[in-house]
């Protein structure tokens, strides 16, 4: 899986993802990542993201809570 950064003035940020987070842990006392995906992703890239976050998730070695929300 190829990652990529983005550096440009104006990207977008997901700002409903931002606002959620903020209303459900306004002090930050839970520790929370974010990913977001390219909605043109192809299936296997998207599938193979998955793959690579439960992994991480397995090997983290406590309990975890994954929220997956798709708006198109």
Same mark, same amino acid.
């Given at each position: 899986m190829?990652? *990529?950064?983005?550096?440009?003035h104006g990207f977008p940020i997901d700002t409903?993802?931002?606002? !959620? &987070?903020?209303l459900l842990n306004p002090n930050n006392a839970?520790? *929370?990542s974010m990913v977001s995906c390219n909605i043109y992703a192809e299936r296997?890239?998207?599938r !193979? &993201?998955?793959r690579a976050a439960r992994?991480?998730?397995d090997r983290y070695g406590k309990k975890t809570m994954k929220i997956i929300a798709s708006v198109r």
């Open positions: 190829q990652t *990529a950064t983005v550096d440009y409903g993802t931002v606002v !959620a &987070l903020k839970v520790p *929370a296997d890239e998207t !193979a &993201l998955g992994t991480a998730i």
